[in-house]
């Protein structure tokens, strides 16, 4: 069975940076799309960034020049370094991966969540 499980998240002052972590756990052979996702109080959720395994990205125009997405095939994680923080950053940021390839073929899984808050 495969879980994602999120880490980092917490308090940061407005300006300063904070750098989360998702591992995916499980039997996995490969990992097509590795993201982040993040949800405020009363939106939608919305995609952060996203890192597909042949190294194509995508960005919230909102996090561009901000944010940074990397990941680690070796061992299944994925990052987010998150700089210039801003009060509208604040929210539950969520991991996803799609395309996870195991011995039962192709699904998609979520983590659970963890919260980000920034202060002014």
């Known amino acids: 069975q495969v879980q994602l499980v999120e880490s980092g998240g917490g308090l940061v002052q407005a300006g300063g940076s904070l750098r989360l972590s998702c591992a995916a756990s499980?039997?996995?052979?490969?990992?097509?799309?590795m993201g982040w996702y993040r949800q405020a109080p009363g939106k939608q959720r919305e995609l952060v960034a996203a890192?597909?395994?042949?190294?194509?990205?995508n960005y919230a125009d909102s996090v561009k020049g901000r944010f940074t997405i990397s990941r680690d095939n070796a061992k299944n994680m994925v990052y987010l370094s998150m700089n210039s923080m801003k009060p509208d950053d604040a929210a539950v940021y969520y991991c996803?991966?799609?395309?996870?390839?195991?011995?039962?073929?192709?699904?998609?899984?979520w983590g659970p969540g963890t919260q980000v808050t920034v202060s002014s």
């Open positions: 996803a991966a799609f395309g996870v390839r195991t011995r039962s073929g192709y699904d998609d899984y």
């Open positions: 499980g039997s996995i052979f490969s990992i097509n799309v």
């Open positions: 890192l597909a395994s042949g190294g194509y990205t």
